[in-house]
C-alpha cells in the first residue's frame, strides 16, 4: 500500500496509498493529556505509563506502537476507563469531541463504550462468547445502544456483516464463534466494534495469529470503513510493516513513555529517537529490487554480505517497578550520554513537525 519513497519498500505487502496526514488536527475528535496509569508493587505505586499525551483528529488512522510491555494496550482500555485492578489512572485527561472522559460517572461511561468508541481486542476467540451464535452477539452490541427490535436488530447485523465482507453473511448469524475462521471471528468482532456507529475505533493488534493474506484483507478492511464512515481509528500493534501499510503517524512508546511521534513517511524515511531506529534495524530486508529484476545470483550474493542480518537492540524493557535513573532506555542505547544516566529527557522538536524524547534533540 506503500506508494512514497520515504517508507522503505520493503516493509509494505499491500497497494494502496495510505490517506495523506492531516495539514492541520485544530479541533482533533481525541485528546489524552498527561494521562499516568500505576499499578502497586512492593515498592510502592508503579507507573506502566507516564504523562502520555497525544492527539488524534476526526477520520485519522493512528499507529502506536511499542515492544511488548510498552503500555500500549493499558493506554487503550483507560481511553474506555476499563484499567483492570489494581490498576488505575492516577492522572490525567481523556477528552472526546470536548467532553471529559474522566469527569463522567460509570453510567455516563457505559453510554460512551461502543457507542462513541468501539474496540477489536487481540483474541477474537476469547472475547467472543462461546455459548452464543455470531447473531445473537451482534444483536446484542445493538441493542445495547439503540431502541430497535429484535428483527430490526437482526436486519442491521446482517447488514454489519456484509459491510465487513463475511461470506454467506446471514447464514453466519446461526453461528458459533468455534465453527469461524479466524480471520472470520475478527471480521464479526469489527460488526460488533461498528454496531453503534463509533466516532473512534480501537484497534488491539487486530491482525495477530492470522496469516498473510487474511491479514491484508483485516488492514484493508479497516481503511476502507475508515473512508466510509469516516472513523477514526487508533491501532495498537508491534508490526512496524502494519503501521507502514496503513497509518497517517505514527506513536511510538518504549516504557510506559512516548519517545517519539511523526507522520508515517517522516518516521520510516528518517527515524529519530534511537530506539524508534532500533525498531526499524531490526525489521527484516529482503533484496527485493534484484529479484524483482530476475537477478537472483545478485540478491543472493547481497545476502551473503549481510544485508538481510538482522540487528537486535540489546537488553530488554525495564520494570517499571525498578527504573533506570535518568532515560529508561540509556542502558540499550548506542547514543547514549552522561547526562542520559542521570536527568530524564523532555520533549524536543525534530523537524517535520515530530515531537521526540530525546537529549539528542536538545537544542540547549
Not at 461511561?109 to 462461546?130: S, V, Y
Not at 534484484?290 to 538482522?310: I, N, Q, T, Y
Not at 524493557?317 to 525498578?322: G, K, L, Q
Request: proline share 6%; glycine share 8%.
Amino acid at each position: 500500500m506503500l506508494g512514497s519513497s520515504a517508507v522503505p519498500a520493503e516493509i509494505g505487502t499491500q497497494s494502496a496509498v495510505p490517506t495523506p496526514l492531516p495539514t492541520k488536527r485544530a479541533d482533533p475528535l481525541l485528546v489524552v493529556e498527561d494521562l499516568t496509569i500505576t499499578f502497586p508493587s512492593a515498592d510502592g505505586a508503579a507507573a506502566v505509563v507516564r504523562g502520555v499525551s497525544f492527539e488524534i483528529a476526526a477520520g485519522e488512522f493512528v499507529g502506536l506502537v511499542g515492544e511488548s510491555g510498552s503500555g500500549k494496550t493499558i493506554t487503550a482500555l483507560a481511553l474506555l476507563r476499563l484499567v483492570p485492578a489494581p490498576g488505575r489512572i492516577e492522572s490525567g485527561r481523556i477528552r472526546l469531541a470536548g467532553l471529559d472522559l474522566m469527569a463522567l460517572s460509570e453510567a455516563e461511561m457505559c453510554r460512551i463504550r461502543g457507542a462513541r468508541i468501539g474496540m477489536i481486542f487481540q483474541e477474537p476467540m476469547t472475547a467472543l462468547n462461546p455459548v452464543f451464535t455470531i447473531g445473537f452477539q451482534i444483536c446484542e452490541a445493538i441493542r445495547a445502544h439503540s431502541n430497535l427490535t429484535r428483527r430490526q436488530a437482526r436486519r442491521e447485523a446482517e447488514r454489519l456483516l456484509e459491510m465487513v465482507a463475511m461470506p454467506e453473511s446471514r447464514r453466519r448469524l446461526k453461528d458459533y464463534p468455534h465453527q469461524l475462521s479466524g480471520g472470520q471471528r475478527q471480521r464479526v468482532m469489527i460488526a460488533i466494534a461498528l454496531a453503534s456507529k463509533p466516532d473512534l475505533l480501537l484497534a488491539d493488534e487486530p491482525t495477530t495469529a492470522l496469516d498473510v493474506t487474511v491479514q491484508a484483507q483485516i488492514l484493508e478492511l479497516l481503511e476502507r470503513l475508515r473512508q466510509d464512515l469516516g472513523l477514526a481509528v487508533l491501532l495498537i500493534t508491534h508490526d512496524l510493516a502494519v503501521v507502514a501499510e496503513t497509518c497517517d503517524r505514527v506513536v511510538v512508546m518504549y516504557a510506559g513513555d512516548i519517545v517519539e511521534e511523526a507522520g508515517v513517511h517522516a518516521l520510516f524515511g528518517a527515524p529519530a529517537h534511537p530506539y524508534t531506529r532500533g525498531l526499524l534495524s531490526a525489521l527484516p530486508r529482503i533484496a527485493e529490487r534484484h529479484v524483482e529484476m530476475g537477478e537472483a545470483a545478485e540478491a543472493a550474493e547481497s545476502d551473503k554480505s549481510g544485508r538481510g542480518r538482522l540487528t537486535a537492540i540489546p537488553g530488554q524493557v525495564p520494570d517499571v517497578s525498578n527504573r533506570p535513573t535518568g532515560c529508561s532506555f540509556h542502558p540499550r542505547c548506542g547514543d547514549v550520554m552522561a547526562r542520559c544516566r542521570h536527568q530524564e529527557p523532555g520533549d524536543f522538536a525534530a523537524g517535520d513537525g515530530r515531537r521526540v524524547r530525546c537529549f539528542l534533540y536538545d537544542r540547549i
